[in-house]
């Protein structure tokens, strides 16, 4: 079993940076690739970035050049460092983990939920 806890969500005007992070404890051995997805209200959930453990990615169009993502091997630890936020970009974060390629399938670990909210 592996375990995640996420920080870094919040509110933020338009224009603003977020970090949010994501620690996986438990068996994290078993980990290929680590990311996140979002879902905003009414929508399904989607893709924003992936990140393989040789340091592979796939993010998504509609963050590219905003959205960085990374990862702290030692510290089973990924990172998605958000600048220039919109307003569309408001949703609840999860931070996602498994043993699938960052082209694949989401991976079998989810996190709770971190809400990020970018208005004015």
């Known amino acids: 079993q592996v375990q995640l806890v996420e920080s870094g969500g919040g509110w933020v005007q338009p224009g603003g940076s977020l970090r949010l992070s994501c620690a996986a404890s438990?068996?994290?051995?078993?980990?290929?690739?680590m990311g996140w997805y979002r879902q905003a209200p009414g929508k399904e959930r989607e893709l924003v970035a992936r990140?393989?453990?040789?340091?592979?990615?796939n993010v998504a169009d509609s963050v590219k050049g905003r959205f960085t993502i990374s990862r702290a091997y030692a510290k089973n630890t990924v990172y998605l460092k958000m600048n220039s936020l919109k307003p569309e970009d408001t949703a609840v974060y999860y931070c996602?983990?498994?043993?699938?390629?960052?082209?694949?399938?989401?991976?079998?670990?989810w996190g709770h939920g971190t809400q990020v909210t970018v208005s004015s």
């Open positions: 996602n983990v498994g043993r699938t390629t960052v082209w694949g399938e989401p991976g079998d670990y």
């Open positions: 438990g068996s994290p051995g078993s980990i290929n690739a």
């Open positions: 990140i393989s453990w040789d340091s592979f990615t």
